[in-house]
């Protein structure tokens, strides 16, 4: 478990200081590939998500921001740097404790509710859009007149089944759909792909002019508000509506997951590497490690 942790700590690719700071959002593939913490396709390590708060580097965790301590310098051998935390990370764990410590508590009570907790768990290699608590709370009635088969078919219209799918993929696809006048929905939208989900609904993905992502499925549709929750079988975006799609087709779910790839590698061409070096790593290094002295963690 220590080593696992530790590994936790590891991002894979040496970065110079400048380019957490000068980089508002990464997800980036660590050296944590344990079979017994990560379940992601083609034996993927887990990510790391860092993003910035106030100008500062923070590591994004379920639990919380973790800031990078501001050094004058970069910590660095020339083959490893090592970036001070103010905290230890945790690694991600099951989609219910996701969904739990992000509180998307309505979604993991409606799982729960279709017996569908044990299946999701042993699943790996999802994209989930996760309706908010308040998106649940607007859509309440409907979902009270349907029926369980119709609920279990909306909610696999919510899912991409075999795709890890980061922020940073969709974003970079959304960037060449709004540099296409083919992609052109309207004069502020723009079509970046379609996206079979888990129950075989078509869900179009798009991408306004300030950039805002949304999904359409049949005649429902919702923003993405939040994204990267990771768990330890794919990822997690929150969206602001529920997608009532209730038409499933099967056969185009059952292509879909056969044909899916992941997409881990998006910020590094060595997001698949199952073994590494100490050449070319970062270390993000907790304050509680720090206090058993720098050298030891070199």
């Known amino acids: 478990m220590l080593f696992a942790l530790l590994s936790y700590h590891v991002?894979?690719?040496?970065?110079?200081?400048?380019?957490?700071?000068e980089s508002n959002h990464s997800v980036l593939p660590t050296m944590l590939n344990n079979a017994s913490?990560?379940?992601?396709?083609?034996?993927?390590?887990?990510?790391?998500?860092?993003?910035?708060?106030?100008?500062v580097p923070v590591v994004v965790t379920n639990e919380g921001n973790i800031?990078?301590?501001?050094?004058?310098?970069?910590?660095?051998?020339?083959?490893?740097?090592?970036?001070?935390l103010t905290g230890a990370l945790t690694i991600p764990g099951n989609l219910s404790t996701t969904l739990k410590a992000t509180n998307f508590t309505s979604l993991n009570d409606g799982i729960a509710a279709a017996?569908?907790?044990?299946?999701?768990?042993?699943?790996?290699?999802l994209t989930i859009f996760a309706p908010t608590n308040a998106a649940f709370a607007k859509a309440q009635n409907a979902l009270r007149n349907a029926t369980g088969a119709e609920r279990v078919a909306a909610f696999s219209g919510h899912i991409l089944n075999g795709t890890v799918?980061?922020?940073?993929?969709?974003?970079?696809?959304?960037?060449?759909?709004?540099?296409?006048?083919?992609?052109?929905?309207?004069?502020?939208?723009?079509?970046?792909?379609?996206?079979?989900?888990?129950?075989?609904q078509s869900v179009n993905l798009t991408v306004s002019m300030n950039?805002?992502?949304?999904?359409?499925?049949?005649?429902?549709?919702?923003k993405i508000v939040s994204t990267d929750h990771l768990y330890n079988g794919g990822v997690v975006h929150g969206i602001d509506a529920v997608l009532?799609?209730?038409?499933?087709?099967?056969?185009?779910?059952?292509?879909?997951?056969?044909?899916?790839?992941?997409?881990?590698?998006?910020?590094?061409e060595a997001s698949g590497a199952s073994q590494v070096s100490m050449?070319?790593?970062?270390?993000?290094?907790?304050?509680?490690?720090?206090?058993?002295?720098?050298?030891?963690?070199?």
């Open 211 to 222: 950039g805002t992502l949304s999904l359409v499925s049949g005649n429902y549709s919702a």
């Open 165 to 200: 799918a980061y922020s940073s993929d969709l974003s970079k696809q959304a960037a060449v759909a709004l540099k296409d006048m083919s992609t052109m929905i309207d004069n502020s939208t723009h079509l970046v792909g379609t996206l079979i989900a888990a129950g075989g």
């Open 244 to 268: 009532l799609n209730t038409k499933t087709d099967p056969a185009a779910a059952a292509k879909a997951a056969a044909n899916n790839g992941d997409a881990t590698g998006t910020d590094s």
């Open 67 to 84: 800031s990078f301590v501001k050094t004058n310098t970069d910590i660095s051998t020339g083959k490893l740097s090592l970036y001070p």
């Open 11 to 21: 991002v894979m690719g040496n970065y110079p200081s400048k380019s957490f700071f």
């Open 115 to 125: 017996n569908l907790s044990e299946t999701l768990t042993n699943v790996n290699g």
């Open 279 to 298: 050449a070319g790593v970062s270390v993000l290094i907790t304050g509680l490690l720090l206090a058993s002295g720098l050298a030891l963690i070199i």
């Open 37 to 55: 913490y990560v379940m992601l396709p083609e034996e993927a390590p887990q990510k790391v998500v860092i993003s910035k708060n106030g100008g």
